[in-house]
Nanobody, 126 residues
Framework: QWQLAESGGGSVEPGGSLRLSCVAS????????VVWFRQAPGKEREGVSC????????RYLDSVKGRFTVARDNAKNTVYLQMDRLNPEDTAVYFC???????????????????WGTGTQVTVSS
């Protein structure tokens, strides 16, 4: 049974941090590229980060560069999105998704992904 489950969302004040987790069940997440997406009310879903299926390549949405970091923990079959210095514009539902092969030379579009989690809400407000 394949499953992706996001967790770690919540409410935080501007300047705060959250760490999102994407935990895979039924398959090895290390064999797939993992992309974090987000969708804010009234906005198109956008790719936030990309972690390549092979090697260390990563890419980030310009607006999160230097603030967000993606990393794998293969022992836990998990990919994390560490989000620091959050601002209200980061408020969105965050999703993780996988693709069998992707080199992350760019952050993919949602149509390129093979399988999705159901999302976790991140709210940044004072």
């Amino acid at each position: 049974q394949w499953q992706l489950a996001e967790s770690g969302g919540g409410s935080v004040e501007p300047g705060g941090s959250l760490r999102l987790s994407c935990v895979a069940s039924g398959f090895l997440l290390e064999q797939y590229a993992v992309v974090w997406f987000r969708q804010a009310p009234g906005k198109e879903r956008e790719g936030v980060s990309c972690l390549a299926s092979s090697g260390p390549s990563t890419r980030y949405l310009d607006s999160v560069k230097g603030r967000f970091t993606v990393a794998r923990d293969n022992a836990k079959n998990t990919v994390y999105l560490q989000m620091d210095r959050l601002n209200p514009e980061d408020t969105a539902v965050y999703f993780c998704a996988i693709r069998s092969v992707h080199f992350c030379s760019y952050v993919p579009r949602e149509g390129e992904m093979d399988f999705w989690g159901t999302g976790t809400q991140v709210t940044v407000s004072s």
